[in-house]
């Protein structure tokens, strides 16, 4: 059967009408895609970093709240945390490793009433101490003050033996950051007993002088038998230690 010329004619131009459709209806839905993708990526980028809240603090009588907030999200920097009390902040900026502070990186000891102690701390710094006080109305000054001090003897070493009935533990003097001190002097020690139970001293690595042990290791026999390795920064030599529970 033959075709006539109009005939062909019409579905030629029948196929490019429907051919330009297809094309603008492709087209259309890409270029919605496109307005689509664009305004998630702008809302993202203008979206507010939330906070988050690590510590709410009240004194003894609930009539004081102490606020600790990490600002926003990290990127590449350490986390900056905002110390609050009523209208008065203060700003600090913890080495933390570039990770997000947790609640237990924070503490506030209150004193009494009107007075805390607020520790901040960081993987790669010494711990921060600020000092509250309740503001005088007159004065209206700033409650918030970094301090520096010696905060006692805290411990950097664990160890359980085998079955976990014996326990050693290693401390040291710890100051505040900015505070200058001879860490490397102060001698290592050592304190024993039953896990879960309270410590005692047992004795202490009194070094050279300095002192300059660079890490420790601790070494189980049994549940009652243990040495603790002490190595040198400068290798010339290890101290050692053996104990031995009654």
Known sequence: ?????????????????????GCLIVGFILLVAIIYSVFVLT??????????????SKSPKQNHTIKVVQKGTLSFGDPNVVISYE???????????RKSLMSSDISINWKNNDEATILLSGERQDPEVIEFNVPDKVSNSNPFQVVQKELGLFPFK???????VNVVELRKLTYSKGMLHYNDNVPIQVYYGKVRGELRKYSEFSGSNPYIISSFNIYWKDDKHVTIFGDQYDKSGTEF????FK
């Open 43 to 56: 809302s993202k980028v203008n979206q507010k970093p939330e906070d988050t809240y690590l510590v709410v």
């Open 241 to 244: 230690m053996e104990v031995e």
């Open 1 to 21: 059967m033959l075709i006539a010329d109009d005939e062909i004619e019409y579905q030629l131009e029948r196929t490019k009408v429907l051919s330009g459709a």
């Open 158 to 164: 664990k160890s359980e033996s085998p079955n976990h």
């Open 87 to 97: 209208n008065f902040k203060i700003q600090r900026v913890i080495n933390n490793h």
